[in-house]
């Protein structure tokens, strides 16, 4: 493991050797959270995921960065050995964005979420991160103001996310509300509406839609060339094979009310929500989360492929699209 560059950062950011390495070269990197470890399938399958999930970027011309923490400090790329032992260590806990200087300062391990992934790219100059879902506004948020943590990190870390959408247990059409005032771009790959995570549509239409991933990685590199301080979201739909059919969603969806009358709240409540659709889909639904997860890391793997070649494009034509960005 080699440490990252004091000169960089003033806290301690742990390099794998092969991450170390692509930095060194210039290589395409994609973030990858380490709560889908801990947090996700149980032992073994959540170890033989990962490895998958590493793969699909790997197969998609990048290196993958696993990140965790551990004993003070932030693991930027996960050896197989890390992989094996948090997936192996139980009652690792789950760590956002606002919980990392604490469990940075205690010296323990935690497993990185979405927020606190992207917010540690930007800080290890890692440009591309794929996750299976995105966190959102929360169903009935009017009143309780649960919106995920996740979108506040979008439009303070320059990251380009890469995900199957958004959970259906979500208010998407808030969500999406959210994501365009506060000027995050999206665009869809392979779909012309926003996906739902399980589901391949949601009923939203999406704002745009490219197929094309030199043309995603140009609308990456415009968004922050012209001042773009937030992330720039790409979703692209489960595959159609591994798909749940919405009604079977929403029908789990219906029943949320009686979680609310026995108190059931917040996180509380999804990982209830997220736990009576895969009993109602007899264990489809953690299927289509694998599904998901090895899909959206494969295409962040091409993006940031696609990304590297455009700006090393950029170089040798005497212009550099990051110039006064970092």
């Not at 303070?156 to 999406?176: F, H, Q």
Request: proline letters at 5%; hydrophobic letters at 45%.
């Amino acid at each position: 493991m080699i440490p990252f560059r004091p000169e960089l950062s003033d806290y301690p950011l742990v390099f794998s050797d092969e991450v170390a390495e692509a930095i060194a070269s210039g290589a395409p990197i994609v973030a990858l959270e380490s709560n889908v470890i801990t947090h996700g399938l149980p032992y073994p399958h959540n170890a033989a995921t990962a490895r998958k999930v590493e793969q699909a970027v790997r197969d998609g011309g990048a290196v993958p960065a696993t990140i965790g923490i551990e004993d003070g400090s932030i693991l930027v790329g996960m050896t197989d050995e890390d992989i094996e032992r948090f997936a192996s260590t139980p009652g690792i806990p789950k760590v956002s964005s606002r919980d990392l200087p604490i469990v940075l300062a205690r010296g323990g391990k935690g497993a990185t979420t979405v927020a606190s992934s992207v917010a540690i790219a930007e800080l290890a100059g890692i440009a591309f991160f794929a996750s299976a879902g995105i966190g959102g506004v929360h169903r009935g948020a009017q009143t309780t103001m649960d919106i995920s943590s996740d979108l506040i990190q979008f439009t303070r870390s320059k990251v380009a996310v890469i995900c199957a959408g958004a959970k259906s247990i979500l208010d998407l059409g808030l969500t999406m509300e959210f994501l365009e005032t506060r000027c995050v771009p999206l665009v869809t790959y392979g779909c012309d509406e926003f996906p739902a995570f399980y589901c391949r549509t949601s009923g939203i239409r999406s704002p745009h839609r490219i197929d094309d991933e030199r043309s995603i990685a140009r609308a990456v590199d415009a968004h922050w060339s012209l001042g773009g301080r937030g992330s720039f979201l790409i979703a692209t739909p489960i595959a159609q094979q591994d798909a749940i059919d919405n009604e079977e969603v929403d029908t789990v969806i219906a029943h949320a009310a009686a979680a609310e009358r026995e108190g059931v709240r917040g996180n509380a409540l999804t990982k209830y929500m997220m736990r009576a659709v895969d009993q109602a889909t007899e264990g489809r639904a953690a299927l289509a989360n694998a599904s998901v997860l090895i899909s959206t890391a494969a295409l962040a793997g091409r993006l940031a492929t696609a990304h590297t070649r455009l700006y090393s494009e950029d170089l040798f034509a005497g212009t550099d699209p990051w110039d006064g960005q970092r």
